[in-house]
């Protein structure tokens, strides 16, 4: 725990989540894929992250 906490203070960035819409998941599937991370948007996410955007 405490090379987590040190690890903390040496990011460079700040911390950033991905993850759904905070919703009921919904029965169609159009809207079900609407509530849950794609490809593309976990891809386009992580790359931001790398980019320091």
Do not use: S
């Amino acid at each position: 725990m405490r090379k987590i906490m040190g690890a903390f203070y040496d990011l460079d960035t700040f911390i950033q989540r991905l993850y759904g819409i905070e919703v009921p998941i919904p029965y169609a599937v159009y809207l079900e894929r609407a509530t849950i991370p794609q490809r593309k948007k976990i891809i386009n996410t992580v790359k931001k992250m790398i980019r320091h955007d």
